[in-house]
């Protein structure tokens, strides 16, 4: 019988700082995070960021959590429930890369209801080591472990299929709807440099340096960057949004190495400098909403185009639980769960 995985980040169990150090504990020792020796990851996470991070980010958790508990994961299950009503006759498990909800409990529920072929579903557009990497490479490992006779099937990065940039471009033309703006953002979470070179399979195509990610590549199926600026450059397309009205950017870095750039919080400055007083942002790199979008954009984001003058910051809210989006979900999975019936239709 076949199943479907979902599997997203994760979030704290609370947003108590005893609750989010121990959720940026395991988050941050993933040799796929933060990929420097074990020693120097130790000697780091928990001899430095555990000891300063946990209380700010507490606080922030803090300012977005909702009375059913963490955006991302509240988000997450809403989306489960309405697909498993759309493959009614396919289990549908939601996973945590991180936290609580681990990837063992999701794959034992559907090995519970009598699964035996999954198909696990990374929820994120763009493949990154931190992310997309990290969930296949510990799914196979408990697969290995605990459930030897199943086969998992990865669902591979979907941040330039035809179905899901309409889904996206939709979204963003519905939010604008009635709003002025003069530029739109596109900001995706960052990754170290290093991140991209390590994922080159080619081992010399990447070079960040403004013009590799636009030359074919085979590197380009597992570059980060590469994957991030093709859905701006798709959804710019399919919008028709003019040339120097709208620009890619990377957020949420986190120590002195040098991430993918331009930052976020940099471009809202620059923005507002150029005097840009109406501008929206969206952030393609995920498909919740989440500490990211909710603090780090809608609020910090915000203040800092206010601060410089800016008037009007209106935040696309991700893909969530909306209709489009699982509908084009569930059809994915119906195509791969019946392929004989999905080449009829
Ligand atoms: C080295 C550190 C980090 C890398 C690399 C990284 C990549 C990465 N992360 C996401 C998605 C999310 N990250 C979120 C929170 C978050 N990320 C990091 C660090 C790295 N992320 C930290 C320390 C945190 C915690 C918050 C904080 O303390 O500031 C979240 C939000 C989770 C939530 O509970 O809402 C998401 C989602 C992607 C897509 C990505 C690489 C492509
Ligand atoms: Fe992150
Ligand atoms: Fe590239």
């Known amino acids: 019988m076949k199943g479907i995985l979902l599997v997203n980040l994760g979030s704290p169990d609370s947003p108590n700082p005893k609750d989010v150090?121990?959720?940026?504990?395991?988050?941050?020792?993933?040799?796929?995070?933060?990929?420097?020796?074990?020693?120097?990851?130790?000697?780091?996470?928990?001899?430095?960021?555990?000891?300063?991070?946990?209380?700010?980010?507490?606080?922030?958790?803090?300012k977005i959590w909702w009375e059913e508990g963490s955006p991302l994961i509240v988000i997450s299950k809403r989306l489960q429930k309405k697909i498993q009503h759309k493959v009614e006759n396919y289990p549908v498990a939601l996973a945590m890369r991180y936290g609580s909800m681990t990837i063992k409990k999701g794959l034992q529920e559907l090995v519970d209801k009598g699964v035996d072929e999954v198909l696990l579903i990374p929820l994120y557009p763009q493949f990154a080591?931190?992310?997309?990497?990290?969930?296949?490479?510990?799914?196979?490992?408990?697969?290995?472990?605990?459930f030897p006779n199943i086969k998992i099937t990865d669902f591979p990065a979907f941040y330039n299929n035809p179905d899901y940039i309409e889904v996206l471009s939709n979204s963003i033309s519905k939010h604008l709807e009635g709003k002025t703006y003069e530029h739109l953002l596109f900001s995706y979470h960052g990754v170290p440099e290093r991140h991209i070179f390590k994922s080159d399979v080619t081992k010399s195509h990447c070079k960040i340096d403004g013009s590799c990610c636009a030359t074919p590549?085979?590197?380009?199926?597992?570059?980060?960057?590469?994957?991030?600026?093709?859905?701006?450059?798709?959804?710019?397309?399919?919008?028709?949004?003019?040339?120097?009205?709208?620009?890619?950017?990377?957020?949420?870095?986190?120590?002195?190495?040098?991430?993918?750039?331009?930052y976020?919080?940099?471009?809202?400055?620059?923005?507002?400098?150029?005097?840009?007083?109406?501008?929206a942002i969206v952030t393609p790199a995920f498909v919740s909403d989440c500490l990211e979008t909710l603090e780090e954009i809608a609020m910090e984001g915000q203040e800092i185009f206010h601060e410089i003058g800016g008037k009007e910051f209106t935040t696309i809210p991700c893909l969530n639980d909306d209709d489009p989006w699982v509908e084009l979900l569930s059809k994915w999975i119906m195509n791969w769960a019946e392929p004989s019936i999905a080449e009829r239709v």
């Open 264 to 279: 976020t919080d940099r471009t809202i400055e620059r923005l507002g400098k150029q005097g840009i007083k109406n501008m």
């Open 21 to 62: 150090k121990e959720y940026l504990g395991e988050f941050l020792m993933d040799e796929r995070v933060i990929d420097v020796p074990l020693w120097a990851r130790t000697l780091l996470v928990k001899g430095i960021i555990l000891n300063t991070r946990p209380k700010a980010s507490a606080a922030a958790y803090q």
């Open 129 to 146: 080591m931190a992310t997309t990497e990290t969930i296949l490479v510990l799914a196979e490992q408990i697969r290995k472990t605990h």
């Open 217 to 262: 590549s085979s590197a380009h199926e597992f570059c980060y960057r590469h994957q991030c600026l093709e859905v701006t450059r798709l959804v710019a397309k399919k919008l028709q949004l003019k040339t120097g009205t709208y620009s890619t950017s990377f957020q949420s870095r986190l120590g002195f190495d040098p991430w993918l750039q331009p």
